[in-house]
């Protein structure tokens, strides 16, 4: 098993690897790093259920899967984004953000924002 540090460092570099093959629209590249990239997130997932609250728990999905990831490089935060389940009936998009840290605290943002 590695480490989340080994993890994070692994995503991030296959994210960026990514992003240069979209730049050069090679998809088949970009489809075999996101399969990868997928792997890891499933792995950085299982340490998250293991170390969430039981109030976080509640709220997660089985699989990450249907979630927005990303990773805050100065932190070393990796981020599970989501529709607020409070909120999936409105009209309103309110997000929720799940994230771990290198130490394995899990943490809740409710209202969380997409920034550029």
Same mark, same amino acid.
């Given at each position: 098993?590695? +480490?989340?540090?080994?993890?994070?460092?692994?995503?991030?570099?296959?994210? $960026?690897?990514?992003?240069?093959?979209?730049?050069?629209? *090679?998809?088949? =590249? !970009?489809?075999?790093?996101?399969?990868?990239?997928?792997?890891?997130?499933?792995?950085?997932?299982?340490?998250?259920?293991? +170390?969430? +609250?039981?109030? !976080?728990?509640?709220?997660?999905?089985?699989?990450?899967?249907?979630?927005?990831?990303?990773?805050?490089?100065?932190? $070393?935060?990796?981020?599970?984004?989501?529709? *607020?389940?409070?909120?999936?009936?409105?009209?309103?998009?309110?997000?929720?953000? !799940? =994230?771990?840290?290198? =130490? $394995?605290?899990?943490?809740?943002?409710? $209202?969380?924002?997409?920034?550029?």
């Amino acid at each position: 098993m590695s +480490s989340l540090s080994e993890l994070f460092k692994e995503w991030n570099e296959l994210n $960026n690897k990514a992003g240069a093959s979209m730049g050069q629209f *090679d998809f088949s =590249t !970009i489809k075999e790093i996101r399969k990868e990239q997928s792997e890891l997130e499933n792995s950085i997932y299982e340490v998250l259920k293991k +170390s969430a +609250s039981d109030e !976080i728990l509640k709220i997660l999905p089985e699989e990450c899967g249907e979630m927005e990831m990303g990773y805050e490089t100065n932190g $070393n935060i990796f981020y599970f984004v989501m529709l *607020d389940p409070k909120f999936i009936e409105s009209e309103e998009t309110i997000l929720l953000a !799940i =994230t771990i840290n290198l =130490t $394995n605290k899990v943490s809740l943002i409710k $209202n969380f924002e997409i920034k550029d």
